[in-house]
């Protein structure tokens, strides 16, 4: 089984590998738009949030979103999993017809990228957050939670419920 695993891991890295070198880094143009706007939004202290008054926060989930799917929309949307032939005419199908990983390689494999880019992105948000607050002598756990929440917690359980509704529509 353990055999078996690192095998499939192994075919689905090769196939990003391979992947990436098609798409270059067009596919991280939306990602790092999305991701600056969210960072300079990052900015804003939660505690001072007109509380009557969300839509900012609510910008924020919205581009957090984004950012989630654009991240995984390349690796979820140009190849399939198990022994099913896809049939689709785009350029990438033509080279690399299909790749036979189980959903549970293909969901995991899936997450690690999801992961890496937002580790990251909370990290960065998390420094801007430390320096406006070293700037503004205001230290508020809430702020910092609140980067906690939406760079981290929410772009991971999107991306895993994403991953999980396409793996079930391709079924």
Known sequence: MNKTYKEQELIIEEFDEKLFSYTGQIAWFLPGIFSFCSICLGAIPFSEYDKSDMRLILIICYLVFMITYFVLQPYLWCNGYGNKVN????????????????????????????????????????????????LSKSFLIVNYLYVILCYYVLPMLEGYMLVRVHVELRD
């Not at 690399?96 to 969901?107: N, Q, Y």
């Open 87 to 134: 049939t689709k005419s785009d350029s990438i199908y033509r080279v690399l017809k299909h790749i036979p990983v189980s959903k549970r390689i293909f969901i995991s494999s899936r997450m690690k990228y999801l992961f890496r880019y937002t580790w990251k992105l909370a990290a960065i948000v998390m420094v801007v957050r430390l320096i406006v607050d070293l």
